[in-house]
């Protein structure tokens, strides 16, 4: 069974930057590693859909959110079955919970992982928090 597990999620300051991690762990019955997955962000607020942020996709394309495109980036080190989320400049409006989330399908075009519905496993979720 394929396990996310998100940390770094931490009260910060207006302006502040914030790395999030991911660690992957585990197989599904494929045996997939996570380089094979497309590994995404979203985002959550009480009483809001989940929002989604940033993906990268098992060949490498990426795509982030208008709303946060210049200042977050995602990466993704095979290596260590982890994923990124990299906050510069964040702002009042960032604070959620963070979500990590992997997708088996392989689908052609990145548009396509900015909906949650695409996405098999879950985190747990790491609460952000930034003060003005």
């Known amino acids: 069974q394929v396990r996310l597990v998100e940390s770094g999620g931490r009260w910060v300051q207006s302006g502040d930057s914030l790395r999030l991690s991911c660690v992957f762990s585990?197989?599904?019955?494929?045996?997939?590693?996570?380089?094979?997955?497309?590994m995404g962000w979203f985002r959550q607020v009480p009483g809001k859909e989940r929002e989604f942020v940033a993906v990268i996709t098992y060949n490498g394309d990426i795509d982030v959110a208008g709303s946060v495109k210049g200042r977050f980036t995602i990466s993704k080190d095979n290596a260590k079955d982890t994923v990124y989320l990299q906050m510069n400049r964040l702002r009042p409006e960032d604070t959620a919970l963070y979500y990590c989330?992997?997708?088996?399908?392989?689908?052609?075009?990145?548009?396509?992982?900015?909906?949650?519905?695409?996405?098999?496993?879950w985190g747990q979720g790491t609460q952000v928090t930034v003060s003005s």
């Open positions: 989330a992997a997708s088996s399908p392989f689908y052609a075009s990145p548009d396509v992982y900015t909906d949650a519905h695409v996405y098999d496993y």
């Open positions: 585990g197989r599904d019955r494929s045996g997939r590693t996570i380089s094979t997955y497309t």
